[in-house]
């Protein structure tokens, strides 16, 4: 299963669980659209972490990595040189 799959699954699965959402798309803005808050991001961390084998630091915490399927995407591909 691709990356960004597995992202929208957890997603909807673990954070939108028992919303009303059927979707997100590539792009939808986390934050703007109120898909993740704060405690949702620290889910996503933990997952990402233990489903790609991979070390999120302090510092990659940001829009540019975490605010979208595709951009997580994108920085899980970077991470694991995929």
Known sequence: ???KERIRGFILENVLA???STGI???DSF???GIID???ILELVAFIQDEFKIDVRDEE?????FDS???LSS??????GG
């Open 1 to 3: 299963m691709e990356a």
């Open 18 to 20: 028992g919303s009303s």
């Open 25 to 27: 798309a590539d792009d």
């Open 31 to 33: 934050m703007d659209k």
């Open 38 to 40: 704060s405690t949702g």
């Open 61 to 65: 915490l940001i829009p540019d990595n």
């Open 69 to 71: 399927v595709a951009k």
């Open 75 to 80: 920085y899980i591909s970077r991470k694991t």
